[in-house]
Nanobody, 121 residues
């Protein structure tokens, strides 16, 4: 499975971005999908995950209320809507296909390439 993330860019604090992650195969539809992020000098951290059907989601506590994960299985795509962005949200964002509804990166089966999000103050 190839995962292609897009939608990153430069945005001012308080702004919004929507990231997309397109999967190359329909088998994506049976996978739990997730977003992680990694800021310079920091470890990669969990952002959000979504069940294969889209009915179950999990978001990092620190991001609840600002970030929302969703998916469209007909388009083989998962999204991350990011609102009220802060400079500390600056990071490379990675989508991932996971082997279960976990938050740890050790349970990732496939990584997509990162998309850079930069939030200016």
């Amino acid at each position: 499975v190839q995962l292609q993330a897009s939608g990153g860019g430069l945005v001012q604090a308080g702004g919004s971005l929507r990231l997309s992650c397109a999967a190359s195969e329909p088998t994506f539809r049976s996978s739990v999908m997730a977003w992680f992020r990694q800021a310079p000098g920091k470890e990669r951290e969990f952002v959000a995950s979504i069940s294969s059907s889209g009915t179950g989601t999990s978001h990092a506590n620190s991001l609840k209320g600002r970030f929302t994960i969703s998916r469209d299985n007909a388009k083989n795509t998962v999204y991350l809507q990011m609102n009220s962005l802060k400079p500390e949200d600056t990071a490379s964002y990675y989508c991932a296909a996971m082997r279960g509804f976990y938050t740890a990166s050790e349970f990732v089966d496939y990584w997509g390439r990162g998309t850079q999000v930069t939030v200016s103050s």
